[in-house]
């Protein structure tokens, strides 16, 4: 077992055997089927035929050993290789297959209920930092999830991204799920929702957007995962200078 990184109570390790991979799949079975109240899966494994093909990062309890988060990382060379990714089933990712830098999806990013989220958070970007310099990735994608499927229940959410973080035209994904959620207008005599407060993010969409990512123009409904997620981007070269500063102290 190869130690990525240690901060405090957390250490970061990429998965050595099958043994490793079932355990991530069993925190993902937890924290995306049970706690989402979904039917429990065979051998409590969430799976799919993308793991075979991923990198798995685990973020273990330093002195127990307990799973404490994970996520799984695709490394695609560039672009032109965009439709093996799991996020090019749910959106169309074609003005992307011009991009010409390496390209590092993030998946399945999930923490134990028992955890500290921030620290699971902060333990997982210092490794995805190391992993992101030592292979030169130019941007980081996926999806960021946010729970249900009714789209009334994050209506503030999506104004806000739709307002503030959509991403550049040049690589804005289409639609190409059955159900999606515009953001945008409203439609005919429908109220706008009350503004309370800050919006609630996903606390993984939430580093993103600090470090400059952005957004599709639209939320995919998964009812098989029982979430509505949004294509999220983020290019390593547009990260401010100060947070990227910050993220190499952690991950050294």
Known sequence: MTVTLRKGRYQARMADGPADIAAAQG???LCFVERAGLAVRPGRLEHDRFDAVCHHLLIEDAQTGDLAGCCRLLVLESGSEIDASYS???YDLDR?????GRMLELGRFCVHPAASNADVLRVAWGALTKFVDRLEVKMLFGCSSFPGTDPVDHRN???RLAERHLGPAEWQPGIKAKQVVRFGP???GQAPAKRVGVPSLPPLLRTYLVMGGWVSDHAVVDPEMNTLHVFTGLEV???PEARAQALRALAG
Do not use: E, N, T, V
Not at 96 to 100: A, M
């Open 88 to 90: 090019a089933q749910s």
């Open 27 to 29: 925190l993902r079975h």
């Open 96 to 100: 992307l297959k011009c991009y010409r």
């Open 237 to 239: 070269g547009a990260i």
């Open 157 to 159: 959410a999506f104004d």
């Open 186 to 188: 409203r439609p005919a």
